[in-house]
């Protein structure tokens, strides 16, 4: 009898048809609907849910978003807030005549002033401030060192076996706090 020996063969990936240039999806716009337009009150009446009526200017714009969805954009009277508006998302469903306020808040117009895009520290630190940074510290390292003794050197040698019990100076005399002998 002879064993014969099966290597699994690496699977063949089904080819892949050729691939069509991508074509942008054609889309229509957005039904312009007179009712919800026109229904500026129910907008307004949104916004004071959360703003105060002396908050809600008189600049007044329409967006058409879908079929049946719009938003209403208010200016914004806020102290600091200028550029921004007040939003009311209207909708209503096929064939209803009923007004919805879906959503309501605060957005960023366009001359509105807004944060930058936050960086990681990492990224922040440009190469001249690390630098900077390295210099410092090895100047404040240079000035904690006493300056009556060279950088890199010990203020006092121990000698020999000066670690242990009773191996302090053998005439008797002790060091005065410079180093010295009397």
């Not at 307004?44 to 978003?65: D, N, S």
Request: hydrophobic residues 35%; aromatic residues 4%.
């Amino acid at each position: 009898m002879t064993e014969e020996t099966v290597q699994d063969a690496p699977a063949e990936a089904a080819p892949e048809p050729p691939a069509r240039p991508a074509r942008p999806a054609r889309r229509r716009a957005p039904k312009q609907d007179a009712l919800l337009i026109a229904d500026t009150a129910t907008a307004r009446a949104g916004v004071e849910q959360i703003a105060e009526p002396q908050q809600i200017g008189p600049g007044h714009r329409v967006q058409v978003e879908e079929d049946r969805l719009v938003v209403h954009l208010f200016e914004c009277t806020l102290p600091g807030y200028r550029g921004w508006n007040w939003f009311a998302s209207l909708a209503r469903a096929p064939r209803s005549r009923t007004v919805t306020v879906c959503e309501v808040g605060l957005l960023p117009g366009e001359d509105a002033l807004l944060a930058p895009e936050w960086v990681p520290w990492s990224e922040r630190v440009s190469p001249e401030e690390k630098a900077q940074e390295e210099q410092e510290r090895a100047e404040e390292e240079a000035a904690a060192a006493p300056a009556d003794q060279a950088p890199g050197t010990a203020a006092e040698e121990p000698a020999a076996g000066g670690d242990e019990p009773g191996s302090g100076p053998q005439d008797g005399t002790v060091p005065s706090p410079d180093g010295e002998r009397p």
